[in-house]
C-alpha cells in the first residue's frame, strides 16, 4: 500500500534551523492542510521537513521559511508531552490517555487494534490530518510499548480492571 506511507525526496536543508536535528521529509500537502491561513500565506517554494525534536518550537522548514507551533492548526504530538492530552491518532481522534487506560487495564489496546486495521483498510488521510505528513502507527507503538512497560513495573492493583 502506497499513500500515506511513503516518504518524499530529501530536501536541500535537512537539519532544523533552529535546534540543528534531522528533519523528515514531509508532503507539501501537509503544510497546505495545516498551517494557519497567515502562515501559508508566507509558504515558499521547495522540499520542507517537519523537526520533531520535543523542545524545539519549530514544526516545519523549508529552504526559505520555517514555521513553528503556533502555525499549525492542530497541537503538534512531538512537541507536547506526555500528559498533555496528547492526540496521537489525528484520523481517527484517539488520545494517547485512552491507549494508556487500556493497557493498563487489559495489558492490550483495543483502540490501537481499532486504529490498524483502519489503515490498513486505507481509511486513514495522516498527509493531511496528521501534523508530521506521515502515519501514526509508530506513534502509537510506541505508547502501547511505554504503557506495557509501565504496567509491569508499577504494582497497582486499583488501576487494573475490576
Ligand atoms: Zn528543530
Request: overall charge neutral; some cysteine.
Given at each position: 500500500m502506497e499513500g500515506c506511507c511513503t516518504q518524499g525526496?530529501?530536501?536541500?536543508?535537512?537539519?532544523?534551523?533552529?535546534?540543528?536535528?534531522?528533519?523528515?521529509?514531509?508532503?507539501?500537502?501537509?503544510l497546505e492542510a495545516l498551517l494557519r491561513p497567515d502562515a501559508l500565506a508566507r509558504l515558499e517554494a521547495g522540499d520542507h521537513r517537519f523537526c520533531p525534536t520535543r523542545e524545539c518550537p519549530t514544526v516545519y522548514f523549508g529552504p526559505g521559511d520555517s514555521f513553528r507551533r503556533e502555525d499549525v492548526l492542530v497541537p503538534?504530538?512531538?512537541?507536547?508531552?506526555?500528559?498533555?492530552g496528547r492526540t496521537v491518532c489525528y484520523c481517527f481522534d484517539v488520545a494517547e490517555a485512552t491507549i494508556r487506560r487500556e493497557v493498563v487495564t487489559s495489558g492490550d489496546s483495543a483502540s490501537a487494534d481499532r486504529i490498524?486495521?483502519?489503515v490498513q483498510s486505507g481509511r486513514c488521510a495522516c498527509e493531511v490530518r496528521n501534523p508530521q505528513g506521515t502515519c501514526c502507527l509508530g506513534n502509537v507503538a510506541m505508547v502501547v510499548a511505554s504503557a506495557r512497560a509501565w504496567r509491569e513495573s508499577a504494582p497497582a492493583p486499583s488501576l487494573r480492571a475490576t
Amino acid at each position: 500500500m502506497e499513500g500515506c506511507c511513503t516518504q518524499g525526496p530529501g530536501a536541500l536543508r535537512s537539519t532544523c534551523p533552529e535546534c540543528g536535528r534531522p528533519g523528515r521529509p514531509v508532503d507539501r500537502v501537509t503544510l497546505e492542510a495545516l498551517l494557519r491561513p497567515d502562515a501559508l500565506a508566507r509558504l515558499e517554494a521547495g522540499d520542507h521537513r517537519f523537526c520533531p525534536t520535543r523542545e524545539c518550537p519549530t514544526v516545519y522548514f523549508g529552504p526559505g521559511d520555517s514555521f513553528r507551533r503556533e502555525d499549525v492548526l492542530v497541537p503538534v504530538f512531538q512537541k507536547q508531552l506526555e500528559g498533555d492530552g496528547r492526540t496521537v491518532c489525528y484520523c481517527f481522534d484517539v488520545a494517547e490517555a485512552t491507549i494508556r487506560r487500556e493497557v493498563v487495564t487489559s495489558g492490550d489496546s483495543a483502540s490501537a487494534d481499532r486504529i490498524r486495521a483502519l489503515v490498513q483498510s486505507g481509511r486513514c488521510a495522516c498527509e493531511v490530518r496528521n501534523p508530521q505528513g506521515t502515519c501514526c502507527l509508530g506513534n502509537v507503538a510506541m505508547v502501547v510499548a511505554s504503557a506495557r512497560a509501565w504496567r509491569e513495573s508499577a504494582p497497582a492493583p486499583s488501576l487494573r480492571a475490576t
